[in-house]
């Protein structure tokens, strides 16, 4: 559990101020971006931010072929990251952390 407790943490608190955000903009999620892209300050950060999104879906493409997984298993959380940039990666790892807690408990011998 505790494998999950700060990615699960940081997944609701970011996604639950993502959505209050987005329900309290005045403008598009696309018109946001090309207004950061606009001046050389903001964009140094989104291209800052998108090249550690590319690291993080390197990873989990990676992470997912070392479990036995396809690559396919990891698209929605690539698009994900693609759009929200810290929500893919966060989301891969709880999900990733549920199934290998749910391996465990599986796995346990049984006591007769």
Do not use: C, H
């Not at 964009?43 to 997912?64: E, F, N, P, R, S």
């Amino acid at each position: 559990m505790i494998s999950i407790a700060l990615p699960l943490t940081a997944l609701l608190a970011f996604g639950g101020y993502t959505v209050s955000v987005m329900l309290q903009a005045e403008q598009s999620l696309i018109d946001f971006g090309i207004s950061l892209m606009s001046r050389p300050d903001t964009a140094q950060v989104v291209i800052d931010l998108y090249l550690l999104a590319t690291l993080a879906g390197v990873w989990m493409v990676k992470d997912a072929r070392s479990r036995g997984r396809s690559v396919w298993s990891v698209v929605p959380y690539l698009l994900l990251t693609a759009v929200f940039v810290s929500v893919g990666p966060l989301l891969y790892l709880v999900v990733r952390g549920i199934g290998e807690r749910n391996k465990k408990t599986v796995d346990l011998p049984r006591v007769s």
